[in-house]
């Protein structure tokens, strides 16, 4: 579906906003003050920090993935919707 180079392009940039919003975010939060329904969290920081980073990588993956595909060019209306096998002369493309 994508190719090499658009992958990159939604992985490198979700790669880097993940590794700022960590920054930001834990500039600001320690981990250990996190707590889930009410109980403390039991990781230590580093997995926090981990989770967190990717958490944060897959959000962006999955915006610039959602991006990359609504950019996609639709389907023509000249298109022939036929398979190539059954294709009447006068369609497009054929």
């Known amino acids: 579906m994508w190719n090499q180079k658009q992958l990159m392009l939604i ?14 975010v834990f500039a600001l939060v ?5 707590h889930w329904s009410g109980r403390a969290l ?12 990717f958490v944060f990588w897959a959000a962006g993956l999955l915006s610039g993935a959602l991006t990359t595909l609504l950019r996609a060019p639709m389907p023509k209306v000249s298109d022939c919707p036929f398979p190539i096998a059954e294709r009447p002369e006068d369609c497009p493309h054929g």
């Not at 992985?11 to 930001?24: G, K, Y």
């Not at 320690?30 to 996190?34: E, G, K, N």
């Not at 039991?42 to 980073?53: C, E, H, K, N």
């Open 42 to 53: 039991p990781w230590s920081r580093q997995g926090v920090y981990t989770a967190a980073f």
């Open 30 to 34: 320690d981990p250990l003050d996190l």
């Open 11 to 24: 992985v490198w940039p979700a790669f880097m906003s993940a590794c700022l919003l960590e920054l930001v």
